[in-house]
């Protein structure tokens, strides 16, 4: 084979693989699309998407689905397309304390999500295990998300108010 039937070989190939990628619903063009294929993967949502957040090579869907929250992970993929990462589910939230919160970890992908039900609450903390301490003020539509890049899970997690007062407090139980 020649070189020219070669190159044209490959091209053929390649717009193949990246057709039936695409037409799978394995990639997407969108970021937002691959959210709304993730959620369509385990038959939830549509969430509406309260807060995006970029990380090194992907990003953070904080979404909201009736009595639902979720934070899913969407991973560039080959330079231009997006996928679904890990983590791909809602949970339903209680409401018997100040705060619901759910953390996963997953390197380099660790978080602590969740909704305040108390309005006082202005500060979200979260103590790892490795002494480090991370601190938002930030709230989107209720909702909070704290990140970390290493594989350090986190003992407690607390809410304060505008005065510096503790609102809520839980230790994390380790295995």
């Avoid at 070189?3 to 969108?30: C, E, H, T, V």
């Amino acid at each position: 084979m020649n070189r020219k039937r070669k190159i044209l070989r490959n091209i053929i190939f390649i717009a193949i693989f990246i057709s039936f990628a695409l037409l799978s619903g394995m990639f997407y063009i969108d970021p937002v699309a691959a959210y709304r294929g993730s959620e369509r993967s385990i038959h939830y949502g549509p969430s509406e998407v309260v807060h995006v957040e970029d990380f090194p090579g992907g990003k953070y869907f904080l979404g909201k689905y009736d009595r639902w929250i979720s934070c899913n992970i969407i991973k560039k993929s080959m330079g231009v397309f997006w996928s679904a990462g890990s983590y791909v589910t809602g949970t339903e939230i209680r409401y018997d304390h100040p705060i619901y919160y759910e953390a996963q970890y997953g390197q380099p992908n660790a978080r602590a999500y969740g909704i305040r039900h108390d309005e006082s609450i202005t500060k979200m903390e979260v103590h790892l295990m490795d002494g480090t301490v991370i601190a938002q003020e930030k709230f989107h539509e209720d909702l909070f998300l704290l990140t970390w890049e290493s594989a350090s899970e986190f003992t407690k997690i607390i809410a304060y108010d505008d005065d510096g007062r503790m609102v809520f407090q839980e230790e994390r139980p380790h295995y």
